[in-house]
Structure formats: C-alpha cells, structure tokens
C-alpha cells in the first residue's frame, strides 16, 4: 500500500498516484477497477513524489507539488493523460 498517495477518479476508475512504501517516495501509478476488483499498474510519473495533491479536470489527471524524499518538495506539475 502506497501511503501518502494521490487519489483521482475517472470514469468510476480509481487512480493512485506517487505515496511512500516505507522506505522510499514512489512515481507509481495504479488503477483500480472496483467492477472487476483488480489493480493494473499505469505509466510512472517522473519525479518520485509522496504527499502531493491530484486533481481531475477534462479527464485528466494533474499532480502537484509533493515531497521526494531528499530534495525538498516539488512545486512543478506533472499532466498525467488517460487514454
């Protein structure tokens, strides 16, 4: 389980976004199908970022700041597009 992570919501999709596996930031990107009940693993972001905010709009998925882990936090933005 990724901890703190992004979550967005898509086409009764569920997208976790970036979260922290207990030892390192991660730039993972996992969907959810709650129909099928399965996760499927989505294209990485690239930055590694934890406690970062993720909004929808035009479907589409934006993540925001967030902290890597070493750096400090991260202001810039990532467009995340859902095919």
């Not at 086409?11 to 990107?29: C, Q």
């Not at 099928?36 to 406690?51: F, I, L, Q, V, Y």
């Amino acid at each position: 389980m990724m901890i703190p992570a992004g979550v967005a919501l898509i086409n009764g999709l569920v997208y976790a976004v970036g979260g922290f596996n207990g030892s390192l930031r991660v730039r993972t990107v996992d969907m959810y199908d709650p129909l099928k009940d399965t996760w499927t693993s989505c294209p990485g972001m690239e930055a590694r970022r934890s406690t970062l905010g993720v909004a929808v709009l035009n479907d589409l998925i934006y993540a925001v700041g967030g902290f890597d882990g070493s750096s400090g936090r991260l202001f810039q933005y990532i467009l995340y597009l859902m095919l």
